[in-house]
């Protein structure tokens, strides 16, 4: 079981369960091609916000696998939106889970993806006890990978054209971190 104590803190951002207030700011975020390109789905309009915000405003803890723990992720200096960001709880035998995030664009290439992957990273191994976190991510999303290679993530699995996505045949990439290599890893070390 993981309920966190909000809010979460980094030296620059604030992580914390979303709030009916931020669907305008999140439908800024989903509503942009950019930010959906690499995903499943299109590009939100309002209501498909206002339904996906309904479903992360409810995820704030994780009581059982299967569930996701899903966090608002504002920059503490402006209290503004940038991203959110999900720990998925995958199996309680296996002790596994996933991470991942969007961001809106106009805060890309600063290193809050990786600030904040670092607190999911940290939430799953130190506070749930997963013993494996992995990403996954589209072949072609090289900014996200190498967030996740920062990490000390390993690349597990490169999939060629596994899935069909958009109209056309995807690549995806796996990729993967066990317990005791967070540990060892020297990034563990900074500031949550």
Same mark, same amino acid.
Do not use: C
């Given at each position: 079981?993981?309920?966190?104590?909000?809010?979460? =803190?980094?030296?620059?951002?604030?992580?914390?369960?979303?709030?009916?207030?931020?669907?305008?700011?999140?439908?800024?975020?989903? =509503?942009?091609?950019?930010?959906?390109?690499?995903?499943? !789905?299109?590009?939100?309009?309002? &209501?498909?916000?206002? %339904?996906?915000?309904?479903?992360?405003?409810?995820? @704030?803890?994780?009581?059982?696998?299967?569930?996701?723990?899903?966090?608002?992720?504002?920059?503490?200096?402006? *209290?503004?939106?940038?991203?959110?960001?999900?720990? /998925?709880?995958?199996?309680?035998?296996?002790?596994?889970?996933?991470? !991942?995030?969007?961001?809106?664009? *106009?805060? +890309? !290439?600063? !290193?809050? @993806?990786? &600030?904040?992957?670092?607190?999911?990273?940290?939430?799953?191994?130190?506070?749930?006890?997963? +013993?494996?976190?992995?990403?996954?991510?589209?072949?072609?999303?090289?900014?996200? %990978?190498?967030?996740?290679?920062?990490?000390?993530? =390993?690349?597990?699995?490169?999939?060629?054209?596994?899935? /069909?996505?958009? *109209?056309?045949?995807?690549?995806?990439?796996?990729?993967?971190?066990?317990?005791?290599?967070?540990?060892?890893?020297?990034?563990?070390?900074?500031?949550?």
């Amino acid at each position: 079981m993981l309920n966190p104590s909000y809010p979460l =803190r980094t030296d620059r951002l604030t992580l914390r369960p979303f709030t009916e207030d931020d669907l305008h700011p999140l439908h800024a975020i989903h =509503r942009l091609p950019e930010v959906a390109r690499y995903l499943y !789905g299109e590009p939100h309009d309002l &209501e498909q916000t206002r %339904a996906s915000l309904a479903k992360k405003a409810t995820s @704030a803890a994780l009581t059982d696998e299967g569930q996701a723990l899903s966090l608002a992720v504002q920059l503490t200096a402006t *209290g503004e939106l940038i991203g959110d960001a999900t720990l /998925f709880w995958h199996s309680r035998t296996h002790r596994s889970g996933e991470i !991942g995030y969007s961001f809106h664009p *106009g805060h +890309h !290439g600063n !290193g809050y @993806a990786t &600030e904040t992957a670092r607190v999911l990273l940290r939430l799953g191994f130190e506070e749930l006890g997963l +013993h494996r976190i992995t990403g996954r991510l589209d072949g072609r999303n090289h900014a996200s %990978a190498r967030v996740l290679e920062r990490l000390g993530m =390993r690349r597990e699995a490169h999939l060629v054209e596994n899935e /069909f996505v958009k *109209g056309e045949w995807t690549d995806e990439v796996i990729y993967a971190m066990l317990r005791r290599e967070w540990d060892a890893h020297p990034l563990t070390k900074e500031s949550p």
